[in-house]
């Protein structure tokens, strides 16, 4: 009995028992090690040391580089000196390039104009209405009626289109879609919903093939929605210059909170919803012609902006067409006013680390003891607008992406977070066994052998609520197929905040964990064979 209560105790401790219990690791791993490896890998390591560290964070947090925001001049700055530092510890750019920069094209979207009125009365955006530029196109109307549509589905096995001119006219459709009381759908005929249900861009693509001028959506979650999109419409969005040349042409679009629907449809309200219920009773679709006075004028506008990521390349021996790539974003949320958002652990403190990580390698390159497999390390731009820098690296690689053997992310690694307040030896892992046991086996190891952190794996678990595995610039690369690895050491109460400075870094942690990941990607980058990629992406 003591025996099984010891290995119950070990399998708790271990996060093993955690790890059976969900499809991905979500345990604790502290490793009980004796004496270190010692090889030439640990000399190398030196090279990363917390005064160097220090001195690269400090420039990069400084009010001089102005938040280091997307499209500023405070950006522009942070990715010469990424730069120059490349450039003084002899780290080149990648063949083919003339300097470390690869150059992005961004464009800022936002609403120069927007207005939605019922009866010359004027709703508010975010509070009554959400309408997104980067999701609309310039827009002015009037009319007089308004055409319920159901559920604005044109399928095969179920259209609301079906028998109906909606040329240049506005329509109110619910999301989702019909389903009977047996509970299955009326398109796919089972209990699976189709995606008609998940992807409102296919609506909205119908809508503009049909020639509708604007669609109204029933909002029932309005308020959920308008805080997921209240930066979007308070501020300019972004989009890649490619990702809007690629867009499919949709018809402009105004999601209705429940209490201005009531206002819309006023008398109506009754002969709407019994429409609803008997398109979900019997499958086939019925409208409801509403007489009503709108008028809408949708004005965007925008400007180009200049993006770069600055790309540092050690070129391995043998294998040198494999490649690891080490990333970090260097860009943050800029200034508000004449205040500064310095973003010292966002993420000064992630690329101070791969800045180092670079000169570690090109080092052990100079020396004669460069990796089997080239390294890229690589400073993005971008991350905090939806991952633009990397998402734009991915779709035009440098290095072919069937090359490109892990991605190794690093995002705030400078501080602690209020579960490890008094301990600095841990950091959070993410991603490590999504796509390839193998990285979570080597990335184990390297820790035992080296480092001997605690590894927490808490963010890993496929049911976070923070869902940070989809939040860094790894998840382009996993998206991809790629193994990707994130290091992050949590979120504290100066995050996003212009109290992130870098006199609350702790350098003493960013050494240690800066050293590990270099551990990592040197094992990576000299093992015999190559990540095997065996599990699915989710």
Not at 277 to 304: C, F, T, W, Y
Not at 420 to 436: A, E
């Amino acid at each position: 009995m003591k025996i099984l209560r010891f290995l119950l105790a070990f399998l708790l401790l271990s996060g093993s028992y955690l790890q059976a219990q969900e499809k991905y690791f979500s345990g604790v791993t502290t490793p009980q090690y004796g004496p270190r490896l010692t090889d030439p890998a640990t000399k190398i390591a030196e090279q990363i040391q917390r005064d160097e560290l220090k001195e690269i964070l400090y420039y990069l947090a400084s009010d001089s580089c102005k938040g280091r925001e997307l499209g500023s001049s405070g950006n522009d700055s942070a990715a010469e000196y990424i730069a120059s530092r490349f450039r003084s510890f002899q780290v080149s750019p990648p063949p083919g390039m003339k300097d470390h920069f690869q150059n992005v094209s961004f464009k800022w979207i936002y609403w120069k104009k927007m207005n939605f009125k019922i009866d010359d009365f004027e709703f508010r955006n975010l509070w009554d209405y959400v309408s997104l530029a980067r999701d609309n196109q310039n827009l002015n109307l009037e009319t007089e009626e308004v055409l319920f549509l159901g559920y604005g589905i044109d399928d095969p096995a179920y259209s609301d289109y079906k028998n109906q001119d909606v040329t240049g006219k506005v329509i109110l459709i619910y999301k989702g879609e019909p389903v009977g009381k047996n509970g299955n759908s009326h398109i796919t005929g089972k209990k699976e919903l189709s995606a008609w249900s998940s992807d409102i861009q296919l609506k909205l693509q119908a809508a503009h093939k049909h020639g509708v001028k604007l669609v109204l959506i029933v909002e029932d979650k309005f308020k959920e929605l308008a805080d997921a999109k209240r930066m979007d419409i308070l501020s300019p969005s972004v989009l890649l210059a490619k990702e809007e040349e690629s867009q499919r042409p949709q018809a402009n679009s105004i999601y209705l909170s429940s209490t201005l629907v009531s206002k819309l449809l006023g008398s109506y309200t009754k002969k709407v919803i019994q429409a609803r219920d008997k398109i979900k009773a019997k499958g086939k679709p019925k409208s409801v012609l509403v007489k009503r006075k709108i008028s809408a004028e949708q004005v965007r506008d925008g400007n180009q902006v200049r993006g770069r990521n600055v790309l540092g390349y050690i070129e391995g021996t043998d294998k040198k067409d494999e490649v690891v790539v080490v990333t970090a974003h260097y860009d943050h949320i800029g200034m508000k006013g004449k205040e500064v958002f310095n973003g010292a652990d966002d993420n000064a403190s992630g690329t101070s680390s791969v800045i180092l990580i670079a000169k570690a390698l090109q080092a052990a390159k100079t020396s004669g003891l460069g990796p089997r497999r080239s390294v890229l390390c690589m400073l993005v731009t971008g991350e905090e607008k939806g991952l633009l820098g990397s998402m734009y690296y991915v779709n035009d690689p440098v290095f072919p992406l069937e090359n490109t053997v892990v991605n190794i992310n690093v995002d705030m690694v400078g501080r602690t977070d209020a579960k490890y307040k008094d301990k600095t030896d841990y950091i959070y892992v993410i991603g490590s066994d999504r796509l390839s046991k193998d990285l979570h086996r080597i990335h184990e190891d390297v820790n035992l052998g080296r480092s001997g952190l605690t590894l927490d794996y808490t963010y890993n678990s496929e049911n976070d609520p923070n869902r940070y595995y989809y939040r860094s610039d790894h998840y382009n690369f996993a998206e991809k197929g790629i193994p990707a690895i994130f290091f992050f050491s949590g979120v504290h109460e100066d995050y996003h905040r212009i109290t992130d400075d870098a006199d609350k870094i702790l350098f003493d942690k960013t050494e240690k964990i800066a050293r590990h990941i270099f551990y990592l990607a040197w094992e990576l980058a000299n093992a015999n064979d190559r990540l095997k990629v065996d599990q699915v992406n989710k």
